[in-house]
């Protein structure tokens, strides 16, 4: 056993880069974990900064104006769009919220009666098991309201918080990207000449990232608009705040849209019941779901390394579980940063023996 380790051990550490990238990995991990919260602003900047990274290059190379000019005309669109964001759509997201939680009692009331018809229609269904799943639902809700009263009182200190965001990102997001090659090679001068395996993880990780965070970003907004505009034709009740939601759970492959399906379903049963529209907004919701993962998801994500699904889940419990939304949002990234440095090692070329020595 201990030989097989010491073979193991020379075969992957024995090269000073293999060494090299093993530290600036843990070193990474470890900032992360214990210091994500305190750099949330700058991990968010840093997105951000490679979202825009790709129209930058673009001004540069089709328009030929110098970084500065480009990064300040690609900037102010992106304040631009900001901007619009908070003072246009936000607040139509938050009244359609608040007429969404005024009606839910009554919600909740006509699905609780609609359980309450199934032992009469359905003879394996008991009224018990439909009284303790009512109970349940009660509990349920109770739980959840003190919840909210909960983050409500303690929301002060995060409004603070969002106010300081609303500041410091944009800040970290001009530098990001006016000094990007200055930061790059501040970085780089910290580490050793000879970085041969961390430079091939970084090169591959550069290209993965940025493709993945601008793909993510069309994404969402493509079947954001796509959800809002087949859902406002339907006349469904809620059609931004859904599309929203379902815009947002494409940050989570396979689960998020599983889950998203619930309060589509709901609202639409609630609205229509089991009627010929109710099929019709499924129906078109299942056609946006099947577009999304077999025609959209190929082609913003050509680039990006593919994935089993199995791994990509994975990745989504381990990453998330440890690190939360962010964790979530760079699952597939750090997936493929795992994938990269396995080849990484994997082609490290075997040590001679002391006996061939």
């Not at 349940?136 to 409500?152: P, Y």
């Not at 999304?292 to 990453?319: C, M, Q, T």
């Amino acid at each position: 056993m201990l030989t097989a380790l010491t073979k193991w051990y020379k075969r992957y550490f024995s090269d000073p880069n293999a060494v090299l990238l093993a530290l600036i990995l843990i070193f990474g991990f470890t900032i992360v974990l214990s210091m994500g919260d305190m750099l949330a602003p700058a991990l968010a900047a840093m997105v951000i900064a490679y979202l825009l990274e790709e129209p930058v290059g673009y001004c540069r190379r089709k328009i030929d104006l110098p970084r500065l000019p480009a990064v300040l005309i690609i900037f102010s669109i992106f304040m631009a769009f900001v901007m619009f964001l908070i003072f246009g759509l936000v607040p139509l997201i938050i009244r359609q919220l608040k007429e969404l939680v005024r009606e839910l009692p009554n919600y909740l009331a006509q699905g609780k009666a609609e359980l309450m018809t199934l032992p009469q229609r359905y003879n394996f269904i008991s009224e018990l098991q439909v009284l303790q799943t009512v109970e349940k639902i009660d509990s349920e809700i109770a739980r959840f309201g003190q919840e909210i009263l909960t983050v409500s009182l303690s929301s002060i200190p995060d409004m603070i918080t969002v106010l300081v965001y609303l500041v410091l990102v944009p800040l970290l997001i001009f530098f990001f990207l006016k000094d990007k090659w200055i930061i790059i090679g501040w970085f780089s001068k910290l580490l050793p000449p000879e970085r041969r395996m961390t430079s091939q993880v970084w090169e591959e990780m550069d290209l993965q990232l940025g493709n993945y965070v601008r793909g993510k970003f069309w994404e969402i907004f493509i079947v954001a608009i796509v959800c809002v505009v087949v859902f406002g034709l339907m006349g469904l009740k809620y059609a931004i705040l859904l599309a929203v939601l379902v815009g947002l759970s494409v940050l989570v492959p396979y689960i998020g849209a599983a889950v998203v399906t619930f309060p589509v379903a709901f609202i639409a049963y609630i609205q229509w019941g089991w009627t010929s529209e109710f099929a019709y907004l499924m129906i078109a919701y299942a056609i946006i779901q099947a577009l999304d993962g077999n025609v959209l998801v190929p082609l913003l994500f050509s680039e990006v390394v593919n994935l089993h699904p199995v791994a990509i889940i994975v990745s989504i419990l381990v990453f998330g579980g440890l690190w939360g939304f962010w964790g979530v949002f760079f699952a597939i990234p750090l997936a493929t940063l795992v994938s990269a440095t396995l080849r990484a090692f994997s082609h490290l070329p075997e040590q001679p023996t002391a006996s061939e020595g």
